[in-house]
């Protein structure tokens, strides 16, 4: 069976998101199985989405909210994952969006309640059990997300700590090789 690759994306985003879009692109040369699930608004959703996907041979990539997802995968799982700029503490940041909200990529309207707050602190860890199956990439000048959290909830893990970029993660392509190494996609 070969290896499967998922690429989880964030918040407000698609499957059609620069990375993951990219990231395919460089997958085409290998023998993997590559997919970006479109996910749903609704944390517990989302998971199990991507739980649906999840082989014995699955490693992923996440970025933003995607990175919250796939660290409480690789966790629970026992996975590798890469995450990009990733939101450590998203419950925090999405309190101040609860209300109406419009995904343009997805074209989809939708609420944002405290069910969805909950459940992200729900799906929060702590403290790492497995540091040694995540690699963090993650940018200084993030815009959005504080990257101090980020490298130091990642702190016993392989970083990749780079000064300014933002929260697209300026030169993406430039880490796509570290990404493959570190998940060891063949």
Do not use: W
């Amino acid at each position: 069976m070969a290896q499967r690759v998922i690429y989880i994306h964030g918040f407000n985003s698609s499957e059609y998101s620069f990375k993951a879009v990219r990231f395919g692109e460089y997958m085409a040369h290998y023998d993997v199985d590559y997919c970006v699930p479109r996910l749903s608004h609704e944390p517990f959703h989302a998971v199990i989405q991507i739980e649906q996907l999840l082989t014995p041979n699955t490693v992923l990539l996440g970025s933003s909210l995607g990175g919250f997802y796939a660290t409480y995968l690789s966790q629970k799982y026992q996975l590798p994952a890469v995450v990009i700029n990733p939101a450590v503490k998203p419950y925090l940041l999405l309190s101040s969006l609860l209300g109406p909200n419009y995904n343009p990529y997805q074209d989809s309207h939708y609420e944002l309640n405290n069910s969805h707050i909950n459940a992200l602190k729900s799906l929060s860890i702590s403290c790492l059990e497995r540091p040694s199956l995540l690699y963090l990439l993650q940018q200084t000048g993030d815009e959005v997300l504080d990257y101090q959290q980020a490298v130091k909830y990642y702190s016993q893990c392989k970083q990749q700590i780079e000064f300014g970029g933002d929260h697209s993660f300026i030169g993406f392509e430039d880490s796509i090789a570290r990404i493959v190494d570190f998940l060891k996609i063949t």
